[in-house]
């Protein structure tokens, strides 16, 4: 039998590894054993694009990487998450100029399936923050603590005080005092080990250097891009969607575990009420009966156009077939979650309420694994 091969693709937040960590592990271990449990060989890889360029510019990254490691000839798949499943529709396009050569893109016959994690494939009203100038640099200071926090782990109450003193409260964080942000920049860095701080340092550049890609997620913008970027009949396209709870539901919580979990909720509440905020004149996906169904089933409750992950809209989320639906924020479906069990492998990224665990993330991982083993 063949070798399969998985083209992980991260998103705005994402990465391959930094500091050590390794962005997808969780996904890639998962799928690699269940791919084994079926007799079939799997070699996974992370295609590290630049989190915040332009759709075109990380598809021709995407096309160079998986060329330059696809060799053999048996099956591929690709598996983006947040924009990354962006990027994959559009390498996979026939109707599309990657201003690519030819070469970069023999290895698209071999292509059996795309699944998309959390996509915007109808773009998200929260990118219009972000373009502005204050959103701009909360894009920054969202990253440099999603980096931090999945690498590290939550900081001590120590290093916490410092860091909420650094950073001021939510409401100054989101009004993009850039001062504030150096700041807590360059505290959070110091309980990086210094191996890893360089490879953070770089990150973070990309991210302040080369935002072309948060003007391309808004929804006007994605409308021109669904209209031309025409999906590949000889490829089948799942999606993977979640919906967090509103923010009502965690605002008043009797208990939150630690101060810098209540400071991530705080933000989530703030990003949540950015992502609501639907344009009327570009609507997202309009769910089949069936899928209708499948998502009130899996996220056990009505899913509007307000419903979200906490950055991308619940319903922006829709292309192709419905893979798997659930309670869950943005990273949980990639095993960032919080874990209650008494030897913890995951570590959550923010508090959204949505307690996501490990059982979810199983049932997850068997979904896609079943899509892509019968493509």
């Known amino acids: 039998m063949k070798t399969h091969r998985v083209y992980f693709v991260p998103g705005m937040f ?8 390794d962005y997808f592990h969780h996904v890639r271990v998962a799928l690699e054993q269940r791919f084994a449990d079926a007799g079939v060989e799997l070699v996974a890889e992370v295609v590290p694009t630049p989190p915040t360029s332009s759709l075109r510019h990380r598809a021709r990254m995407l096309a160079k990487a998986v060329r330059a490691s696809a060799s053999g000839e048996g099956p591929i798949h690709l598996v983006g998450h947040s924009t ?7 390498v996979l396009s026939p109707t599309t100029d990657l201003q690519s050569d030819a070469e970069r893109l023999r290895w698209r016959p071999r292509v059996v399936s795309a699944i998309s994690l959390n996509t915007p494939h109808y773009g ?3 990118a219009s ?5 204050s959103g701009t640099r909360v894009l920054y200071a969202l990253s440099l603590l999603t980096v931090v926090s999945l690498s590290v782990g939550e900081p001590s109450l120590a290093v916490f005080s410092k860091l909420l003193a650094a950073l ?12 504030l942000i150096s700041g807590a920049t360059d505290l959070i860095l110091r309980f990086v080990d210094k191996g890893g701080r360089s490879e953070i340092s770089g990150f973070l550049e990309k991210i302040r250097s080369d935002q072309g890609g948060v003007v391309q997620i808004m929804p006007e913008a994605m409308d021109l891009f669904n209209a031309t970027a025409e999906d590949n009949p000889n490829i089948r396209y799942g999606s993977v969607v979640t919906a967090a709870p509103a923010p009502q539901a965690i605002r008043f919580a009797k208990k939150v575990r630690s101060p810098y979990a209540a400071l991530t909720a705080a933000m989530y509440s703030t990003l949540y009420q950015f992502t609501s905020q639907r344009h009327k004149m570009y609507p997202y996906a309009n769910p089949t009966p069936e ?3 499948l998502l009130k089933v899996g ?7 307000k419903s979200s992950d906490g950055i991308v809209p619940t319903l922006s989320q829709l292309w192709g077939d419905l893979v798997w639906c659930g309670e869950g924020d943005h990273l949980d479906v990639l095993g960032h979650f919080h874990d209650d069990e008494k030897e913890r492998r995951h570590v959550d990224w923010m508090t959204s309420g949505a307690h996501f665990n490990r059982q979810r993330f199983s049932a997850l ?3 896609v694994a079943k899509f892509q083993l019968s493509s």
Do not use: C
């Open 299 to 305: 996220i056990r409750e009505e899913v509007t156009d």
């Open 365 to 367: 991982m068997d979904a």
């Open 14 to 21: 994402g990465f391959g590894s930094l500091a050590g960590y």
């Open 291 to 293: 899928q209708q169904v």
């Open 129 to 133: 923050y972000f373009a502005t100038v």
């Open 168 to 179: 001021g409260s939510v409401e100054q964080l989101f009004g993009g005092d850039v001062r």
């Open 124 to 126: 998200t009203p929260l």
């Open 84 to 90: 990354g499943g962006l990027d994959v529709r559009l």
